[in-house]
């Protein structure tokens, strides 16, 4: 039988295939007796002591301080005051067993999350839904189970695997990670990828299936899934798992290397990453520069905004580590698709074209001044490229570099240093602002292509419905056109262009993007390598041969396969 799934961390794995199904429990609606309630109050207390000691054992357990963020926030929602006040009132005043007041409530606030548009906010329930059931399993009597102690290298299929499932992964002995749940975004995708894990999610009926099943063939480039394979398809997806390791391998030494094409053009790579983690500026030595700082990621998953004293230090860790190189930092992009636990955001009909990105911190001065005050600071240790999303027109560069410039002045009267060298800059999504781009190289001072929303605005489909996803097309010939357009406007004014959105780090469209002229690539640390493997045997001719082609060419699909007959391409894209 084959099954399809999401394919979230690439690789292949064959073998004997274990049905993960940890505690389970859902507490039915009960009632305390007369005079119940307080012995009830006094229980939900200790259980819930248990559960923070359970949490602050597994944070001092993980040596990552990145993956022990997780189970701290774990701690805040265990303590959070509205969810305890909900339940003590449901115990006190409506009275309620401690097992249905915890059932109810974290239910309400799990539905409530799962309701945020915003996918990375959705993927915050499974949070809930882990201290949920770690107040039930503690009050059941029940010790942990988890996946730390398996007895031989297995496939790991489950409905879902929540954190405290991963915590403790032992990893020797998982071959991959199979998930009825979960997308990109979730914690198992994170888990799996930073531990080089092949992981394919979201795949329909996956456990009613894997039960009546003994091993698995786990193919997670292609997001296929086979069940019982037998004898010869076995020995073909193993052989296929040792080429992918030998092809990883070998990718793994460009790494460190220098970003040359074949005919020695040097091609600025840089790193995208979000809150500035360790894990994340582990690329900082391989790469030329950060080319996206994601800053909403310091916002999200709080009750209450960034102080200027925080983010400053962040921004500063980061000046720091790069040295001479740009930082090109993201101002606030909020609104759309990401949503803020701190900010109730109006409620729009149509959000991706709504309040969203510059257009919000436009309407919210004193939040986009914190922010601005406190890039500004950080640029005294380094070189900071300011860089404006959600820019569609000449006038918004203009008002922006006015509050810029409000808030260095604000410094300069009190006194702080900022850096004398910050660039500012625009993201080109909005095709209105492609159009007119020799206009905007004369206000900004570079350009960085966000082609995710490129893709999305130039299409007309949103790129988060699964109902339109064969209209968002990112190889669409439109998309290599306006990108042409984009880079000719700014290399005539002399002023630097990068891609820094998701074919920034796709191996199948950079050569194209090559041939179009662009010398400055942005991406994830999992694609550096890859890319550079990819410049290293590519030529400029060439590539100016494959981009002519590509704005050519009627259709997208049409592109996408002449990028993968004349560059022989074998893997999924990234």
């Given amino acids: 039988m084959v099954l399809k799934g999401i394919p979230v961390s690439p690789g292949v794995a064959a073998g004997k295939l274990y049905c993960y199904e940890p505690f389970h429990v859902e507490a039915a609606e009960a009632f305390c007796g007369a005079g119940q309630q307080e012995a009830e109050l006094a229980r939900y207390q200790q259980v819930k002591e248990a559960a923070g000691a359970e949490l602050a054992a597994v944070v001092s357990s993980i040596k990552d301080p990145e993956k022990a963020k997780i189970f701290t926030a774990h701690g805040d929602i265990l303590n959070d005051v509205a969810i305890n006040e909900e339940i003590t009132e449901g115990i006190a005043v409506k009275n309620w067993t401690g097992q249905w007041a915890i059932q109810k409530i974290y239910a309400k606030f799990i539905k409530m999350i799962r309701r945020a548009p915003d996918p990375l906010i959705q993927e915050r329930a499974a949070d809930f839904e882990d201290v949920r059931k770690r107040l039930l399993r503690i009050w059941e009597g029940v010790k942990e189970t988890n996946l730390s102690a398996l007895a031989g290298p297995v496939i790991i299929a489950a409905r879902d695997l929540l954190p405290s499932d991963t915590a403790a992964l032992d990893r020797d002995h998982v071959l991959a990670i199979l998930t009825e749940a979960g997308g990109g975004a979730s914690h198992s995708a994170i888990i799996a990828r930073s531990y080089g894990i092949p992981a394919i999610l979201g795949i329909p009926d996956l456990m009613a299936h894997a039960r009546q099943a003994g091993t698995a ?56 990453i979000g809150g500035g983690g360790e894990e994340e500026l582990a690329g900082e030595p391989c790469t030329d520069m950060v080319g996206l700082f994601r800053t909403e990621f310091l916002y999200m998953g709080r009750d209450s905004l960034p102080s200027e004293e925080e983010q400053f230090e962040v921004y500063k860790k980061v000046l720091l580590r790069y040295g001479d190189r740009p930082v090109t930092l993201r101002t606030l992009d909020i609104g759309g698709d990401k949503t803020l636990e701190s900010m109730q955001l109006p409620r729009e009909d149509n959000p991706v074209l709504g309040s969203r990105a510059l257009r919000l911190c436009f309407s919210k001065p004193d939040m986009f001044k914190t922010q601005l005050r406190a890039a500004l600071r950080a640029s005294a240790f380094g070189r900071l490229w300011l860089m404006l999303p959600m820019v569609g027109g000449i006038d918004d560069i203009r008002r922006a570099k006015e509050l810029i410039a409000g808030a260095r002045a604000e410094l300069d009267a009190e006194g702080i240093p900022c850096g004398r060298d910050i660039k500012t800059g625009i993201m080109v999504e909005i095709p209105s602002i492609a159009m007119i781009a020799d206009l905007a190289a004369a206000e900004a001072d570079f350009a960085s292509i966000g082609t995710n929303d490129l893709c999305q605005y130039l299409t007309a489909a949103d790129r988060m419905n ?58 994830g640390l999992a694609s550096i390598a890859r890319i550079k493997r990819v410049l290293s045997g590519l030529t400029i001719a060439r590539a100016e041969e494959l981009a002519e082609t590509a704005v050519n060419l009627p259709t997208a699909g049409d592109v996408e396969l002449y990028l993968k007959k004349h560059l022989h391409h074998n893997e999924s894209r990234p």
């Fill in 466 to 523: 699964p109902a339109v996803a064969a209209y968002y097309q990112p190889y669409h010939p439109g998309m290599f056109r306006l990108i042409r357009q984009v880079v000719e406007a700014f290399d005539k004014a002399g002023k630097p262009v990068c891609v820094c959105g998701e074919l920034g780090g796709d191996s199948l469209a950079v050569p194209a993007l090559v041939g179009l002229g662009m010398r400055k690539l942005s991406m």
């Fill in 217 to 272: 063939a786990a193919d997670a480039l292609t997001g296929e899934l086979i069940l019982d394979p037998g004898g010869a398809l076995m020995d073909h997806y193993e052989a296929k798992r040792r080429d992918f390791i030998r092809e990883q391998e070998e990718t793994k030494a460009y790494l460190n290397r220098e970003p040359l094409t074949a005919d020695g053009v040097r091609i600025s790579i840089g790193l995208n």
